[in-house]
């Protein structure tokens, strides 16, 4: 399949001819993920980024235990020619399945959390749309340059209709309504 704009013709990638590249060892070394049918390549993690998710993803092991499985920096697979990597997915927890068939799918997936600071721009405006179409029920943002946790939800059109920013206090997540969790335990 192909695009065709004013000046250039780009390829786009399907699910399956990535999958085919990633088997045969194409990408190996290289930061990629497929959003829309096209590669991008992704930020590097810094300090902050990759010690907050990686906290980020304690706190709701924790919190949730075995109703979840907390998968961080794995891909998911989205119907919009899309196999992202948020830096956490919230899944549903099938690990014989995601061991040996496929990537969690929007069936499967109760939220995503990406944590930005070079990505800011990518992850609230390229993958928020790739999410919203997808029909991702909530989106959660951690922007680290102003420590604040930006959440999505109810995706309409792809478009979310629920926007709030919160920088402390307790959220509990559409998928678990009876738990809170601490934001600044996402954010600091």
């Known amino acids: 399949m192909t695009a065709t704009t004013d000046a250039i013709t780009t390829y786009k990638w399907t699910i399956d001819r990535y999958h085919q590249a990633i088997d045969a060892g194409i990408f190996e070394g290289q930061a990629i993920e497929l959003l829309k049918g ?14 907050l998710s990686s ?6 092991r924790e919190m949730l235990g075995s109703q979840v499985k907390v998968r961080e920096a794995k891909p998911i697979t989205l119907p919009n020619d899309s196999e992202p990597e948020p830096d956490i997915a919230i ?3 099938i690990p014989e399945i995601y061991t040996t068939t ?3 799918n929007v069936d499967d ?3 995503v959390i990406e944590y930005s600071n070079t990505s800011l721009l990518k992850d609230l ?7 919203a179409e997808a029909g991702i029920m909530e989106y959660w943002v951690i922007n680290l340059k102003t ?4 959440i999505f939800r109810d995706p309409v059109n792809g478009d979310y209709r629920s926007e709030v920013s919160l920088s402390s206090g307790t959220i ?4 678990f309504p009876d738990i809170a969790l601490e934001i600044r335990k996402f954010i600091s």
């Open 38 to 51: 096209e590669l991008v390549q992704m930020s590097p993690e810094g300090i902050a980024d990759a010690g």
């Open 55 to 60: 906290n980020g993803a304690d706190y709701l």
């Open 91 to 93: 899944v549903q927890p």
């Open 102 to 104: 496929r990537h969690p």
């Open 109 to 111: 997936i109760f939220w």
């Open 125 to 131: 405006e390229f993958k928020y749309q790739i999410y």
């Open 147 to 150: 420590r604040e946790l930006i």
């Open 172 to 175: 509990a997540p559409l998928a």
